[in-house]
């Protein structure tokens, strides 16, 4: 089986306060821009929307079924949100999009990314193996529930662990009902 290597660098604006993390990008064919978060059926830019604009559509393009990624990627910057994945690469077992079906060949290092970021104060996982994947680097012995965090200290700094639902739509909920579980943690992780 192939080898899928990341496609992207990590998005690590300045002053980054939160890393969210997933586990690894779809596909390209499933891709509708060449960013994070590229599937188009995916939730988490409408996530986004609700929560820092009161508007699903925000940073969807409907007409193109893609995202508006300017807007994304000044939205990041302005709220100090930085993106990657828990996976730098991974194999596919099956052609599918699902984390269930993800090999995680090389782990990222997350540890070398959050000395990159000394103003993170969290760290968030959008699914369960990316949860996982942290938990294990970091000796995180219980992962929170969903839509709760755990604090833990990496390098003489307290931060914390927010597990969030997943933004697919393979995960059993509406996006509203997703984006009141980031909300909280959006307002206290990037409100100056």
Known sequence: MNVEIHPWAPFLPEGCRLLVLGSFPPAR???????FYP???NDFWRICGICFHDDKLHFVDEAKKTYRRERI???LREKKIG??????AVRRLKNTASDKDLEVVEPTDVAALLRQ???CRAVCTTGQKATDVLCEQFAIKKSP????FV???FDNRQLRLYRMPSSSRAYPMAVERKAAFYQP???EICTP
Do not use: C
């Not at 993106?83 to 730098?88: H, P």
């Not at 529930?145 to 709760?148: I, Q, T």
């Open 145 to 148: 529930e969903v839509g709760h």
């Open 39 to 41: 599937n188009y059926t």
């Open 185 to 187: 943690m959006f307002e």
């Open 117 to 119: 970021i000394p103003a």
């Open 73 to 75: 990627e000044q939205m």
């Open 151 to 153: 604090e833990f200290t």
């Open 29 to 35: 064919k499933r891709w509708s821009m060449d960013f």
């Open 83 to 88: 993106l990657y994945d828990t996976a730098s």
